[in-house]
């Protein structure tokens, strides 16, 4: 049974294949496009497919688009009604529920051969909730959805028992929380349904201190649901245009609106285990890109477990749709092995792109050793191994690594992409050595998903890493999925006595991730980055030479 998920309708298009219930790729069409997002969420945007993801996705496993036996569009344009329906008044909806209808066609058109009568539309939110219930390790599992919107409502609760999905509660637009955050995104200067991130790193730097009038405005309704009313954020702190300085009113109310999403999603996380007593609480949807939250919900709540979906987002839906429809197919289908599902090149392919670049490059006995000592000589490593990861986060594959030990490096790391100074950076730690350096979240935390308090003693020793809150959204680095991660962190531990290496993702502000060999030696190219890391090569940064 061969299942192609498409993601389109808004943002972020992707696709991903789901064959014989096995999830075998994935990726954004941002990774191939370079377009940051894949597209801008307009109404008139919502026609353009994630083509050259879909195409290859088949071409990975050697599938033509005449052998699929379906195709899965994680939106559905009949549970879509009008602007005045929804109660946002977005005239764009009807371009929107249009185009979506003729994506069969359209779909046909793009992929050769497809048989238009085998695209099937899934909710939007179901479609999420797949992506994390059915791609958890957990079988059976609550699951929480939570984002801007779908076709009428901005969320779902409900359960998976055996793989069937059980909905228990949904909440109708025009109240969203993702919705909300959107705004204050907006109003903060930065770029919506983009820069959401960002909000929650300015948070740090704030005071809780309008939360009182955003508790009347912002509350849960005690049966699974919500209210957001509006806001008019100027009451608060001053609207602020791109580039614009915040000041302390921005990061307050930053903080505010952080801190009361956190609220809400904790008292909506404890009604869907009042209902369903399951030990593991799956989420999806934007909102769960909220690291700051996920830990307070299972801090606060009785869960055990908390599993997001790495690509939570809705690139995520493009799995989620595929999963859910190879269920409706009979198909029982298995666990994502992993958020590595997008494009890798072997050795030869690589040593190939590097001869075609014209460029000095050497094959050291251990990639790994050899990082490790540029980067325990204060280098920063471009490290470009594996397949590209599916999501927003650089997990080990894609990214930019330096050392933890030394405080400049934070601003040496945010001047590198060229990206504002609030913003942190993450830590990739030795899974074995995790509890002793950073506590209260979970661990294992192979997705960096959750925020981890940075022990005491450490704080002083890994300054580049330790947000102003004394935070850390960890990635912890198991052996036995990342041999080759844990290796160079275990030598760059040999050299420094630290078992952790900064780790953003590998690329510079406003791009998509790298994700081709070409991408790699683009950045390299043009960012101060000192060595290169590429399959089982390294290229140097070659030094000036000295003028007479």
């Known amino acids: 049974m061969k299942v192609l998920g498409i993601n389109a309708i808004y943002h972020d298009p992707a696709a991903a294949l789901v064959v014989d219930g096995r999830v ?5 069409e941002e990774r191939f496009s370079r377009r940051k997002h894949g597209k801008r ?37 009949a549970l879509m009604g009008t602007p005045e329906d929804s109660g946002l008044f977005d005239d764009g909806d009807t371009m929107r529920k249009r185009y979506a209808e003729m994506a069969p066609d359209f779909l046909a058109h793009a992929l050769p051969g497809l048989d238009p009568a085998k695209v099937r539309f899934v909710k939007h939110h179901v479609a999420h909730a797949a992506s994390a219930g059915k791609a958890a390790p957990q079988r059976d599992n609550a699951v929480l959805v939570l984002d801007g919107r779908g076709e009428a409502h901005s969320h779902l609760a409900g359960r998976y028992v055996d793989g069937q999905l ?39 730097y704030g005071k809780p201190r309008f939360l009182g009038e955003l508790s009347e405005l912002i509350r849960p309704t005690g049966d699974g649901g919500f209210v957001t009313e509006r806001i008019d954020f100027t009451e608060f702190a001053p609207r602020l245009g791109k580039g614009d300085d915040w000041t302390e009113a921005h990061a307050d109310l930053a903080a505010s609106v952080q801190t009361r999403l956190e609220e809400v999603l904790v008292d909506l996380a404890r009604w869907v285990y ?14 769960a890109l909220n690291c700051v939250a996920n830990t307070r919900i299972l801090a606060e709540t009785p869960f055990e477990e908390v599993w997001v979906q790495p690509a939570a987002g809705d ?40 001869q075609t670049a014209a460029i000095d490059y050497e094959r050291p ?15 920063i490593v471009a490290w470009f191994q594996g397949r590209s990861e599916y999501g927003p986060r650089a997990l080990g594959h894609r990214s930019l690594l330096a050392h933890p030990g030394f405080e400049a490096n934070l601003e040496r790391m945010n001047d590198v992409k060229g990206r504002e100074q609030f913003r942190p950076v993450a830590p990739m730690v030795l899974l074995e050595r995790a509890p002793e350096i950073f506590g209260r979240g979970p661990i294992p935390s192979p ?39 844990h290796r160079m962190i275990a030598a760059f ?37 000192d060595l290169l890391a590429i399959g089982p090569f390294v290229v140097r940064r070659p030094r000036p030479t000295p003028r007479p």
């Open 24 to 28: 075998v790729a994935a990726a954004e």
């Open 41 to 77: 969420p307009l109404p008139w945007s919502a026609w353009e497919l994630p083509e050259l993801s879909a195409a290859w996705c088949l071409r990975e496993v050697g599938i033509r688009p005449e052998e699929l036996d379906a195709v899965a569009y994680s939106f559905d344009p």
């Open 166 to 204: 059980e909905v228990l509660a949904g909440q109708a637009l025009p109240h969203s929380l993702g919705l909300l955050y959107e705004e204050l995104t907006d109003h903060l200067g930065f770029l919506r349904s983009s820069d959401e991130f960002k909000v929650m790193a300015m948070a740090s």
């Open 274 to 287: 009042e209902q369903t007593g399951e030990k593991t609480l799956t989420m999806a949807g934007g909102v």
């Open 315 to 354: 690139a995520g839906t493009a799995l989620g749709s595929a999963l859910h429809v190879a269920h409706e197919l009979g198909e029982r289908t298995e666990p994502m092995p992993g958020a590595a599902l997008g494009r890798g090149w072997g050795d030869d392919e690589i040593e190939r792109w590097l």
């Open 365 to 379: 006995d251990d990639v790994a050793e050899a990082v490790a000592e540029v980067l325990a000589d204060n280098g």
């Open 447 to 485: 997705y960096m998903l959750f925020v981890h308090d940075v022990a005491e003693e450490w704080r002083d020793r890994i300054p580049t890493v330790t947000h102003v809150d004394g935070t850390a959204r960890i990635q912890t680095i198991d052996p036995r999925t990342e041999p080759l991660v």
């Open 493 to 529: 531990e040999r050299r420094t006595g630290l078992p952790v290496v900064v780790n953003t993702s590998l690329n510079t502000a406003g791009r998509p991730m790298v994700d081709d060999p070409r991408d790699a030696l683009e950045c390299f190219g043009s960012a101060p980055v």
